[in-house]
C-alpha cells in the first residue's frame, strides 16, 4: 500500500515546520516553493537599508530539510488547487496528495491602487529588498554627483506606520545620517528628510499607546517627520500627495497594508477582506478536514475575538500543531483539539539603542527592549554560523556606525 503524501506549498515558517515535523514519519512529504529559500522576513528591512546581506537572513530550503529522507523539495510556481481531486498544479506538472498544507504567506496590499506598486515598492523579498537599498544608495550617489535638484534625491517617504514602516523610516534615518556621515563630500547629513505616513491616530496600533507614543517621540529625535491621521490620496513618478500637500521624492516604501497569496482563492473558501482563508480551529478549511491553512495565508480568531496577527510565531506554531493532527490521524486518532495561539509578545526597532517591546503585562523601552528583541530575531535564525554572523556584524555596525553591505547591484 502507497504511503500517504503530505504536499506543503511555502517555505516560510509555518511550512518549513510542518516539515520538520514530520521527519522520519511514514508519510512522503513534498515541500514546494518557488523560490529556494527560507526568509526571515522581520529583517529584510535590515537588507533594504544595508545593515546586513541577503545571506545574513536567507537559507537553501534543501540545506534545512533536503536530507530528510521522507521529503522531497521542489522549486516550482503553484499555479493552482483542485480539492476534488486532490490536485496541486505548477508550472512543471501536478502533485496528488492525502494531506495539503498550504502556507504561501501574504503579499503587498495597496488597498485597489494596484498602479501604485511600480512607484512604492513593498518589502517581502530578498528581491524587494535589495531593489529599494540600491534605489536608496543610488539617491545618495546622484546628490552627491549634483544630478538636478537633490532635495527630492534625499527625500525618503515610508508609508505605514506598522512595525515595518517604523523600523524602515528609522534605519534610513540612521543610514543618513550616522552609517554616512563623512563618506560624502558634497552632500550633509542634515539636507536628509525622511517621512513616515501612518493613516491611523498612532503608530504600532497593534502596541500599547504607551510604545506608540515612545515610537513616535524616539523618530522625532531620530529626525523622522511623522504624520499621524492622514491615507495617502496620490501616488505618483516622483511624488506622494497627503493631506492635500504633495511631497516629491525619488524613494517611497510601501509597508501599509498586506494581503494573502492569490492562490488561497483557488481554494474556493471564504476569504477576509485581505484574502486569508476563513479556517476551522483546526486549521484546515470547511469540508475538507485534510486541507490545512497556516500563517499569514489564514483567518483565525484568537482568544480575543481578533485574528491572530502575522508573525512568525503564530506560523511556526501551527506548523507544529498542523504536523501533530496528520501524524495523529496517521495512526487512527480522529478526535482534534482546538489549535491555542502561545503569544510570546511583541517587539519593533526603532533605531541604535531605540526599541519597543510587549510581553503580557510587561511594556520595555529604550537599551532593554533593542536588546531583547536582537537576541529574539537572531534566535529565530535557521543555523548557528548565520546567528553568529549577524551577532558579529550588528556589533560592528554597533560600535562603528558602520555597514558592510552598501552594495549597488
Same mark, same amino acid.
Given at each position: 500500500?502507497?504511503?500517504?503524501?503530505?504536499?506543503?506549498?511555502?517555505?516560510?515558517?509555518?511550512?518549513?515546520?510542518?516539515?520538520?515535523?514530520?521527519?522520519?514519519?511514514?508519510?512522503?512529504?513534498?515541500?514546494?516553493?518557488?523560490?529556494?529559500?527560507?526568509?526571515?522576513?522581520?529583517?529584510?528591512?535590515?537588507?533594504?537599508?544595508?545593515?546586513?546581506?541577503?545571506?545574513?537572513?536567507?537559507?537553501?530550503?534543501?540545506?534545512?530539510?533536503?536530507?530528510?529522507?521522507? !521529503?522531497?523539495?521542489?522549486?516550482?510556481?503553484?499555479?493552482?488547487?483542485?480539492?476534488?481531486?486532490?490536485?496541486?498544479?505548477?508550472?512543471?506538472?501536478?502533485?496528488?496528495?492525502?494531506?495539503?498544507?498550504?502556507?504561501?504567506?501574504?503579499?503587498?496590499?495597496?488597498?485597489?491602487?494596484?498602479?501604485?506598486?511600480?512607484?512604492?515598492?513593498?518589502?517581502?523579498?530578498?528581491?524587494?529588498?535589495?531593489?529599494?537599498?540600491?534605489?536608496?544608495?543610488?539617491?545618495?550617489?546622484?546628490?552627491?554627483?549634483?544630478?538636478?535638484? !537633490?532635495?527630492?534625491?534625499?527625500?525618503?517617504?515610508?508609508?505605514?506606520?506598522?512595525?515595518?514602516?517604523?523600523?524602515?523610516?528609522?534605519?534610513?534615518?540612521?543610514?543618513?545620517?550616522?552609517?554616512?556621515?563623512?563618506?560624502?563630500?558634497?552632500?550633509?547629513?542634515?539636507?536628509?528628510?525622511?517621512?513616515?505616513?501612518?493613516?491611523?491616530?498612532?503608530?504600532?496600533?497593534?502596541?500599547?499607546?504607551?510604545?506608540?507614543?515612545?515610537?513616535?517621540?524616539?523618530?522625532?529625535?531620530?529626525?523622522?517627520?511623522?504624520?499621524?491621521?492622514?491615507?495617502?490620496?496620490?501616488?505618483?513618478?516622483?511624488?506622494?500627495?497627503?493631506?492635500?500637500?504633495?511631497?516629491?521624492?525619488?524613494?517611497?516604501?510601501?509597508?501599509?497594508?498586506?494581503?494573502?497569496?492569490?492562490?488561497?482563492?483557488?481554494?474556493?473558501?471564504?476569504?477576509?477582506?485581505?484574502?486569508?482563508?476563513?479556517?476551522?480551529?483546526?486549521?484546515?478549511?470547511?469540508?475538507?478536514?485534510?486541507?490545512?491553512?497556516?500563517?499569514?495565508?489564514?483567518?483565525?480568531?484568537?482568544?480575543?475575538?481578533?485574528?491572530?496577527?502575522?508573525?512568525?510565531?503564530?506560523?511556526?506554531?501551527?506548523?507544529?500543531?498542523?504536523?501533530?493532527?496528520?501524524?495523529?490521524?496517521?495512526?487512527?486518532?480522529?478526535?482534534?483539539?482546538?489549535?491555542?495561539?502561545?503569544?510570546?509578545?511583541?517587539?519593533?526597532?526603532?533605531?541604535?539603542?531605540?526599541?519597543?517591546?510587549?510581553?503580557?503585562?510587561?511594556?520595555?523601552?529604550?537599551?532593554?527592549?533593542?536588546?531583547?528583541?536582537?537576541?529574539?530575531?537572531?534566535?529565530?535564525?535557521?543555523?548557528?554560523?548565520?546567528?553568529?554572523?549577524?551577532?558579529?556584524?550588528?556589533?560592528?555596525?554597533?560600535?562603528?556606525?558602520?555597514?558592510?553591505?552598501?552594495?549597488? !547591484?
Amino acid at each position: 500500500m502507497a504511503r500517504s503524501r503530505v504536499v506543503i506549498v511555502g517555505g516560510g515558517f509555518g511550512g518549513l515546520r510542518v516539515a520538520k515535523e514530520l521527519d522520519k514519519i511514514d508519510v512522503d512529504v513534498v515541500l514546494i516553493d518557488r523560490t529556494n529559500h527560507h526568509l526571515f522576513q522581520p529583517l529584510l528591512y535590515q537588507v533594504a537599508t544595508a545593515g546586513l546581506s541577503p545571506s545574513d537572513i536567507a537559507a537553501p530550503i534543501r540545506a534545512i530539510v533536503g536530507r530528510q529522507k521522507n !521529503t522531497t523539495v521542489l522549486m516550482a510556481e503553484v499555479n493552482s488547487i483542485d480539492l476534488e481531486s486532490k490536485k496541486v498544479v505548477h508550472d512543471s506538472g501536478e502533485l496528488n496528495f492525502d494531506f495539503l498544507v498550504v502556507a504561501t504567506g501574504a503579499t503587498h496590499s495597496y488597498f485597489g491602487k494596484d498602479d501604485w506598486e511600480k512607484h512604492a515598492p513593498g518589502l517581502k523579498s530578498l528581491a524587494d529588498a535589495t531593489s529599494i537599498r540600491s534605489r536608496v544608495l543610488g539617491s545618495f550617489e546622484a546628490a552627491e554627483r549634483g544630478d538636478g535638484d !537633490t532635495g527630492p534625491l534625499l527625500t525618503f517617504v515610508v508609508i505605514g506606520g506598522g512595525p515595518t514602516g517604523v523600523e524602515m523610516a528609522g534605519a534610513i534615518a540612521e543610514l543618513g545620517r550616522l552609517a554616512l556621515k563623512g563618506d560624502f563630500q558634497r552632500i550633509r547629513p542634515e539636507a536628509l528628510k525622511v517621512v513616515l505616513i501612518e493613516a491611523g491616530p498612532r503608530l504600532l496600533g497593534a502596541f500599547d499607546p504607551s510604545l506608540s507614543d515612545y515610537a513616535k517621540r524616539s523618530l522625532e529625535e531620530m529626525g523622522v517627520e511623522v504624520q499621524l491621521g492622514h491615507a495617502v490620496e496620490e501616488i505618483g513618478e516622483g511624488f506622494v500627495k497627503v493631506n492635500g500637500q504633495i511631497l516629491h521624492t525619488s524613494n517611497i516604501v510601501w509597508a501599509a497594508g498586506v494581503r494573502a497569496n492569490p492562490l488561497v482563492a483557488s481554494l474556493g473558501t471564504e476569504v477576509d477582506r485581505a484574502g486569508r482563508a476563513m479556517v476551522q480551529p483546526d486549521c484546515s478549511i470547511p469540508g475538507h478536514s485534510n486541507v490545512f491553512v497556516v500563517g499569514d495565508a489564514m483567518h483565525l480568531a484568537g482568544p480575543d475575538g481578533k485574528p491572530l496577527p502575522g508573525v512568525s510565531p503564530v506560523a511556526m506554531q501551527q506548523g507544529k500543531y498542523v504536523a501533530g493532527l496528520i501524524k495523529a490521524e496517521l495512526a487512527g486518532k480522529i478526535e482534534r483539539t482546538p489549535f491555542a495561539y502561545w503569544d510570546k509578545g511583541s517587539m519593533a526597532t526603532i533605531g541604535r539603542k531605540r526599541a519597543v517591546a510587549q510581553v503580557g503585562n510587561i511594556r520595555l523601552t529604550g537599551f532593554i527592549a533593542w536588546v531583547a528583541w536582537l537576541f529574539v530575531h537572531v534566535w529565530y535564525l535557521i543555523d548557528f554560523d548565520r546567528k553568529l554572523i549577524v551577532l558579529l556584524q550588528w556589533a560592528w555596525a554597533y560600535f562603528t556606525h558602520r555597514r558592510r553591505a552598501r552594495l549597488i !547591484t
